[in-house]
């Protein structure tokens, strides 16, 4: 529990020491990619208030900023510092719309052109969907934690269509990511805090012009599966 009130402590002093400086460059530069470089050292902090680790696999594949979509699962608010600490420096996130409310750190997001979705309102997520095509077009990677939300008992679950209509329109390559072991650090809700390791696999981007514009389905069972094989057992959804 002390962990887990120190790790709180370090989230709110690093947002601010990270997200007033982002809200400032990207003011003065909308285009800027100093969201970025302070994401790393956000990330960076706050990993190490949780007295964990990780290990990467394959971080070749994230490319150098080529446009690419990055769909990885969702275990904890661990995942995001470790894809954090090593995305180009011209990607961004596609978050949840709740995020934006969130004192500084939503601030920052919308500053640097983070993308939020209302995950309530269809008509306004497929428009986050398209405008995060207009920025994957123009030359930027972005990231979406294809569940949706964080998993609730450490297990992987079906992902949501929305990323991968979102790479048949804009025809770019989608990176599966698999990450392991975050869950069992800092599960959702909880201020209990189990230093560990979180493993993350980026593997190699799937082509996506094999599959018709509108099979949106198979592309997302596809990308699910390959998920799901680079993770152990105990870490999949039950048959």
Known sequence: ?????????????????????????????????AVMHCMRLWARMNLSALGSRVEYEGLEHLGDGEPRIIVANHLSNADIWAMG?????????????ELRKVP??????????????????????????RLAADKIRAGRPVLLFAEGTRSRDGRLHPFKKGPFHLALVAGVPVVPVAISGSWGILKPRSLVVTPGVVRVQCLEPVDVSPWAPDDTRGLTEH????????LAETEVEPA
Not at 6 to 27: D, H, K, N, R, Y
Not at 85 to 97: D, H, I, T
Not at 104 to 129: Q, T
């Open 1 to 33: 529990m002390l962990r887990g009130l120190w790790a709180v402590l370090v989230l709110i002093v690093s947002s601010i020491l990270c997200g007033v400086p982002t809200i400032v460059a990207s003011l003065v530069n909308r285009k800027s990619d």
């Open 85 to 97: 600490q090593v995305l180009p420096l011209k990607a961004r996130y596609v978050a949840k719309q």
């Open 104 to 129: 500084i750190v939503g601030g920052a997001m919308a500053a640097s052109g983070m993308i939020f979705i209302d995950r309530s309102n269809r008509s306004r997520a497929i428009k986050s969907l």
């Open 223 to 230: 990308v699910h599966g390959l998920v799901r094989e680079a």
